[in-house]
Structure formats: C-alpha cells, structure tokens
C-alpha cells in the first residue's frame, strides 16, 4: 500500500509545522482504514491499517519530540496496534497453509479471534490518545 | 529489538531539510551496525535488529523525500527497499517456524506429522530467503549503499 502523498511540506521551512502536517497526515490515514478493520473478516484491510500504523509509528519515531509526552503516547499506541494487526495476519498467512493440519488450524482460529479481540479494545482506547495527540500538533512545543 | 539512536542536533525549529539530513545519515549509520551476522540461522535476533533498522531507514527516506533531490532519492529509496524486502521475506519464515515449532508439544499425535513436514518446508523456504538476501548484505555492497545515503544526506536542500 502506498502512502498517500503530503501536500504543503517546505523543506526550507521549519520542522516542526512540516512535523505536524505530516503525522496529521498519517494519523488520518491510520484512521480510514477503521470502519471495514473493525469487521473481524477484513483481513485486507486489517493489513493496510497494519502498514499505516506502522507509518505512523515511525513518523512519531522521528518528529515526536517536537509534539511532547502526548507524541509519545501515540507512538506506543500505533507500535502495538502493528504488533497485534501483524499478528492477525500471520494467522492469516498459515492457515491455508496449515491446510489438513486441523488441530493447528483450530489454533490459529482461536489465536486470531484473541488477537481481533485485542485489536477492537486497543482501539476503543485509542480514542483519547488521538485526540491528545492532534491537540499537540496544534499547539506544537518548545524542543 | 534495538531502540532508535537518539539524533545528535535535532532541533524541531531547524529547516525541514537539515533535519532530514542529521536522521538520514543516524538512521543509516544504524541499518550498518546490525549487518554482522545476520545470515546466521542460529540467532534469528541479529536479522530482526537489521531488519528493524532497515524500516526506520526507509520511513525516515519517506518522511523526508521533498527535502532531497528526486533522482538520488529514488534510487536511494528503490535500494533500501529491496534490502527491506529481502531481510523481510527471511523473517517472515523465522517466525513461522518459531511458531509451529512452540506448537508440536500440545499437538495431538496424529498431526505431529504433518506439522514436522510443514515446519521442514518452511526451513527449505528460509534457506531459500537467507540464500537470496545473501548478495544484499556482501560487505561491499552495503559499503556502496552506505556512500550513496550519504551523498544523499549531503544534497538536502538547505
């Protein structure tokens, strides 16, 4: 899945309004996938929300001492929503190859409807933590 | 899994574009620190830490891609990708087989057959991908890449 493209970023500028243009950027992309990843049978898309927690994770990696203890928390949040999403999708690549295997593929089954479990809940939790996170884009801070 | 290095300098209040070049030239010094080893079947750690680093290389070249010029940075991108790619495609089977392999105690006997031929094929696999990444980590090859990051780290637009 390609990133989508940031429109504005001025490399003469400085980092920290280019910063935030770009993690509101990629925060809005994590969140695009939400509505279908939320169906336990979108593994696809639970794929591509994968990748982009995975951007934005790394994007927080970089810039986030520009946005404070609240970049912080985001970035935590994006690193175990791709931990568990990656999972999920593990199971997902063995079982048709555990095909015939059916005491393995039954835990593959259990795992991920556990691992699904997890990823709504950490979700739900997100909420907050997003909402710091885009409040401290807007009011940027002293590094 | 090895945490990022911290960016000496970082600044958030510096130009876009020497920021971009004090994380490129951090981030890829990192990727080189963890090549020893990492074709080594027996510490499938060493390939995670190089494969980590490798990911924080590419998102930092993606982050920062209006900031150098476009042709140096394609082919630096195009480069650091195929690294990703080959590191990733290894990985992948390590922790597959890790994870069958913590399964064959509690799988029932019937199956354990066919869960050892599985975990074989994904060994055969593995071989495969150490095999394929091999001329991606030659030291010669990553000395190469190491002189292009920094020619590129060099022509951020400041």
């Known amino acids: ?143 | 899994m090895a945490r990022a290095r911290e960016v000496p300098g970082f600044d958030c209040e510096e130009p876009f574009a020497a920021a971009a070049a004090r994380v490129i030239e951090v981030r890829a010094a990192e990727v080189f620190a963890h090549s020893d080893g990492v074709l080594d079947l027996g510490d499938i750690e060493r390939l995670h830490d190089m494969r980590v680093a490798t990911r924080r290389l590419r998102a930092a070249l993606e982050v920062f891609d209006s900031c150098f010029p476009r042709k140096r940075h394609r082919g630096a991108l195009k480069r650091v990708r195929r690294l990703a790619d080959a590191l990733g495609e290894r990985r992948d089977r390590d922790v597959a087989i890790e994870f069958l392999v913590g399964l064959e105690a509690e799988t029932p006997e019937p199956d354990r057959a066919a869960l050892r031929a599985l975990v074989e094929r994904l060994r055969e696999e593995q071989r495969e991908a150490n095999a394929a990444l091999a001329p991606y980590v030659k030291p010669r090859r990553l000395k190469k890449l190491r002189r292009r990051l920094r020619k590129l780290s060099r022509a951020a637009k400041r």
């Open chain 1, 1 to 143: 899945m390609k990133a989508r493209r940031v429109e504005g970023l001025d490399p003469a500028a400085p980092l920290r309004p280019n910063a935030a243009r770009l993690v509101r950027a990629r925060l809005d992309e994590l969140r695009s996938f939400a509505p279908i990843a939320l169906e336990a049978p979108a593994s696809k898309t639970q794929h591509d929300m994968r990748i982009a927690a995975k951007r934005l994770r790394y994007a927080l990696e970089i810039v986030g001492p520009c946005f404070g203890p609240e970049a912080d928390a985001a970035r935590d949040v994006a690193r175990r929503l791709q931990g568990v999403l990656g999972e999920i999708h593990d199971c997902d690549v063995m079982l048709p190859r555990a095909r015939g295997i059916e005491s393995i593929r039954e835990r593959l089954r259990e795992r991920r409807e556990r691992l699904f479990g997890e990823f709504t809940q950490l979700w739900r939790d997100a909420t907050p933590v997003w909402a710091a996170l885009e409040r401290a884009l807007q009011g940027g801070r002293r590094a």
